[in-house]
């Protein structure tokens, strides 16, 4: 069973920068899609970043382009959130979720087979 651990979340200004973390243990980490979603009180799930499992390729939504970065270090079973310019329309619980039967990027939270127990991040104004 593939178990995803989430961390780094907190309490920062607007502007500033935050990085998440997600270990993954109990699969082979290496071969799978990676993602991250982020959910807001009274919103749904909705799709921030994927990284393919080489991490060759990546994808961000419009709304984090050119803020987040999703990077993934496959020797240490890690997949990172570099979040910078943080607004407070990013306050959200953020997850981390993993594919592990695609060989490319998938964006619906419905592709992923494993999810972790959310981190928050609040950003004030």
């Known amino acids: 069973q593939v178990q995803l651990v989430e961390s780094g979340g907190g309490l920062v200004q607007a502007g500033d920068s935050l990085r998440l973390s997600c270990a993954a243990s109990?699969?082979?980490?290496?071969?799978?899609?990676m993602g991250w979603f982020r959910q807001a009180p009274g919103k749904e799930r909705e799709f921030v970043a994927a990284i393919s499992w080489s991490g060759g390729t990546t994808y961000s939504a419009p709304s984090v382009k050119g803020r987040f970065t999703i990077s993934r270090d496959n020797a240490k079973n890690t997949v990172y959130l570099q979040m910078n310019s943080l607004k407070p329309e990013d306050t959200a619980v953020y997850y981390c979720?993993?594919?592990?039967?695609?060989?490319?990027?998938?964006?619906?939270?419905?592709?992923?087979?494993?999810w972790g127990q959310g981190t928050q991040v609040t950003v004030s104004s």
């Open positions: 979720a993993a594919n592990p039967i695609a060989n490319t990027i998938v964006v619906l939270t419905t592709s992923y087979h494993y």
């Open positions: 109990g699969g082979t980490f290496s071969t799978y899609t």
